[in-house]
């Protein structure tokens, strides 16, 4: 079983920067792969970010060039720096992590991002 745990959000101005992160709670979490999504208000959860257990990244083309997706093995914590913030970043935020057939999801934390 791996517990997600998600903490960084809140309310910024446009333009401004947040850094989320994700703890997990399983030893082997440097093993696997892990993702950030998002859903905003009344549309479907949508991919972030990628970042394989060794470290390469993939971005979603709208958040391409302002958000960096790393990890910290040691720490087992994933995080989300986010710069350049647009009121259309305003989502709830998820970690996510699939082992084996399994997909793991964290509680989200609010982003929201004022014009």
């Known amino acids: 079983q791996v517990q997600l745990v998600e903490s960084g959000g809140g309310l910024v101005q446009a333009g401004g920067s947040l850094r989320l992160s994700c703890a997990a709670s399983?030893?082997?979490?440097?093993?696997?792969?892990m993702d950030w999504f998002r859903q905003a208000p009344g549309k479907e959860r949508e991919f972030v970010a990628h970042i394989t257990w060794d470290g390469s990244t993939a971005y979603a083309d709208s958040v391409k060039g302002r958000f960096t997706i790393s990890r910290d093995n040691a720490k087992n914590t994933l995080y989300l720096q986010m710069n350049s913030l647009k009121p259309e970043d305003t989502a709830v935020y998820y970690c996510h992590s699939r082992i084996g057939s399994t997909d793991y999801w964290g509680q989200g934390t609010q982003v929201t991002v004022s014009s």
């Open positions: 399983r030893r082997t979490f440097s093993n696997y792969g």
